[in-house]
């Protein structure tokens, strides 16, 4: 593989709290390739969070750089990181944030009214978005008519459906019970597969097991960047029912 | 995203509070509805006396014989006929500007036809008469020169003494008895309606100046040529205030009235006195207007509150859309396109109620109101307006969110 998705070099943000400066990003520097599915891991305070937003276009550092496919980020506008978010990263929160008076496939189809997408295509992409988390036959119901699990499909839905490069999921299950948990784990590994780049924040070690890279963060610094084995979901899965009748 | 997506979403997130929504819109629907039926029952009400003005002949001016002074005591107007059907002459001949100046004579007198009888008041004129009041015909004919001359005994007969007298119709032709006088109608007038003070101008027979000082209204013994008023019409395009001057100073040198003395008549331009009324009305309409601005401000003022809460409302919303790739101005446009859509929808119910509300208005005063084009697209650009205008800082608001504050509110 050639050029890394995300390449980032000393990136440092300072706060201003009160009187004295807190450095959220205290230098970090990492690659991640195309494909990779990295679990972000720390405490809280430990950075995790400010790395997440500024990967995700959402913050700027204070200083260092960023580059996501080939793109030098802390030289782009407003509009241009705008632009950037629509067409390059998908975003997957942990309370969902779905718009609750649309149905699933609105909400689906709500960052490509931002990309330009014609009405037609637009309708046609979701569908499929919505087919590849399975909830075709969903896609009329609001969210509050769905349980979690199926919200937190219809969120991943709309991460992906404007093929992005980069899935970012700060805390994806961390409003979910521990089967629909790994259900939504066993839909990334899928995702992952299919080629898909996953960057995933969480404090929990029970969910980091799914990714095959893991980056923990302390102080504002990368204290460990290690790959493993992922553990595979659909046999815990099966071992959760299993427990479940025994009970 | 297009203008058209837009405000299909505003419209859905109006739709998710219908009554907050209503109370928001209530200030523009009562400033617009306002200023509509304003401006309609306005506009009516000038057709109205602009139709008055029409109906009283353009260009006219009054002379009536003015107040004497005897021994200390005036005496009023009209108490003595100063005027003299001479003075009509020479005003017609010698001011340019006059193109015609009529002696009248006039006085009440009972009518008597066919077994009915009636009361009204007797013109004696001129066969110009009709004329200068631009009044027509419905049927028969005007005096002829002879008649005049001749002091003939034929009459003009309005259409309220007509109804009143021959109820069967058919009066052009028939004979009358005007104090005893027999008469034979030689034509009926045209309706010509109320006058500005509600006077019937239709309750009136008019019959030639000479028959009228013979035979039924008598004369002065003072000076048989005296007449009590005159009725005088300017040339189209000619000054009225200067002609005015000019037949003043004819008749004061007439009268031969020292620099010292009031005049013996009285001159009124009516043509004035309903200008002014039109001026007066238009006044109460400039009133009602700032009345009106006032509540669409208020109306604003409301959006503008409701927009802000809606913003703080929807903040994580707003931080969903910035982070899938919503540009500050389309969440700029988003908040501005649902205030103007609230506004303007408001307008639009406001130019309906104003509408029924002139209506009701016009049919209990009896008038034709008018409702403009121009004012409904006036009365809905304004609320659009003020949609943006109280939007605006709401939607700014929104625009400047940070994406990760916005985020993470609960």
């Not at chain 1, 404007?162 to 990334?188: C, V």
């Not at chain 2, 500007?97 to 036809?113: F, K, N, S």
Request: charge should be neutral.
């Amino acid at each position: 593989m050639d050029a890394p998705l995300i390449s980032v070099e000393d990136l440092r943000k300072d706060y201003r709290m009160g009187g004295h400066v807190v450095h959220a990003l205290a230098g970090v520097s990492v690659d991640i390739a195309e494909g990779e599915f990295t679990a972000v891991m720390g405490p809280s305070g430990s950075g995790k969070s400010t790395f997440m937003n500024v990967i995700g276009c959402l913050d700027r550092p204070t200083a260092g750089r960023y580059v996501l496919a080939g793109q030098d980020v802390g030289r782009l506008g407003v509009d241009q990181l705008a632009a950037l978010r629509n067409k390059r990263i998908g975003f997957v929160f942990q309370s969902f944030h779905l718009l609750p008076r649309a149905t699933a496939l609105a909400n689906v189809e709500m960052p490509m009214i931002y990309g330009g997408v014609k009405r037609s295509l637009r309708h046609e992409k979701a569908m499929r978005a919505l087919g590849r988390v399975g909830l075709s036959e969903r896609c009329h119901h609001r969210p509050n008519q769905l349980s979690g699990g199926q919200q937190q499909r219809v969120a991943i839905a709309r991460a992906l459906v404007n093929d992005p490069s980069l899935i970012l999921a700060d805390e994806p299950t961390g409003a979910l019970d521990s089967r629909t948990s790994l259900e939504i784990m066993a839909l990334f590994q899928e995702l992952n597969r299919a080629g898909m780049t996953v960057v995933m924040v969480t404090h929990e070690p029970d969910v980091a097991q799914f990714a095959r890279r893991v980056l923990r963060f302390r102080d504002g610094k990368l204290i460990e960047d290690r790959a493993q084995a992922p553990a595979d979901p659909a046999a815990m899965l099966a071992a959760h029912d299993g427990e479940l009748r025994a009970a | 995203m297009s203008y058209i997506e837009a405000v299909r979403s505003a419209l859905d997130a109006l739709r998710a509070n219908v009554l907050r929504s209503l109370l928001t819109m209530l200030g523009i629907i009562i400033g617009v509805a306002s200023v509509v039926a304003m401006v309609a029952v306005g506009t009516g009400a000038r057709e109205r006396v602009m139709e008055q003005i029409r109906s009283l002949g353009s260009n006219l001016i009054i002379i009536v014989s003015g107040s004497v002074t005897s021994g200390g005591v005036r005496m009023g107007s009209g108490s003595r006929q100063t005027l003299s059907q001479d003075d009509a002459v020479a005003l017609e001949r010698e001011i340019g500007a006059v193109q015609l100046a009529i002696p009248v004579v006039r006085g009440t007198a009972q009518i008597v036809a066919a077994g009915l009888n009636w009361s009204t008041t007797v013109h004696g004129t001129s066969d110009t008469f009709l004329e200068a009041r631009d009044w027509t015909l419905s049927g028969g004919r005007n005096f002829t020169p002879e008649e005049m001359s001749g002091a003939a005994k034929v009459a003009l007969i309005g259409e309220t003494v007509a109804i009143n007298l021959f109820p069967e119709g058919g009066a052009v032709g028939q004979e009358i008895r005007i104090k005893n006088v027999p008469f034979t109608v030689i034509g009926q007038l045209a309706r010509k309606g109320q006058n500005m003070a509600g006077q019937d101008q239709d309750d009136t027979i008019l019959i030639p100046l000479m028959t009228a000082k013979r035979r039924v209204l008598g004369t002065s013994q003072a000076n048989a040529r005296a007449v009590g008023s005159m009725l005088v019409k300017i040339r189209d395009g000619e000054d009225m205030k200067e002609a005015e001057e000019q037949i003043r100073g004819l008749l004061r040198q007439r009268h031969r009235l020292q620099a010292n003395q009031d005049d013996d008549f009285w001159m009124r331009n009516l043509t004035e006195v309903a200008a002014t009324r039109d001026a007066s009305s238009r006044t109460l309409a400039f009133l009602l207007a700032a009345v009106a601005t006032v509540s669409l401000l208020v109306g604003g003022i409301g959006i503008m509150n409701i927009m802000l809460v809606s913003v703080t409302e929807r903040t994580r919303e707003i931080g969903l859309r910035l982070a899938v790739g919503a540009r500050p101005r389309d969440i700029l446009a988003q908040f501005l396109v649902e205030a103007t859509t609230l506004a303007t929808i408001g307008g639009a119910v406001g130019v309906v109620i104003g509408a029924v509300g002139a209506h009701a208005a016009a049919a209990v005063a009896g008038w034709a109101t008018l409702i403009q084009p121009e004012s409904v697209a006036l009365a809905v650009g304004f609320s659009f307006a003020v949609g943006v205008f109280f939007g605006f800082y709401p939607a700014q608001r929104a625009s400047r969110l940070d994406p990760i504050e916005a985020l993470r509110t609960e």
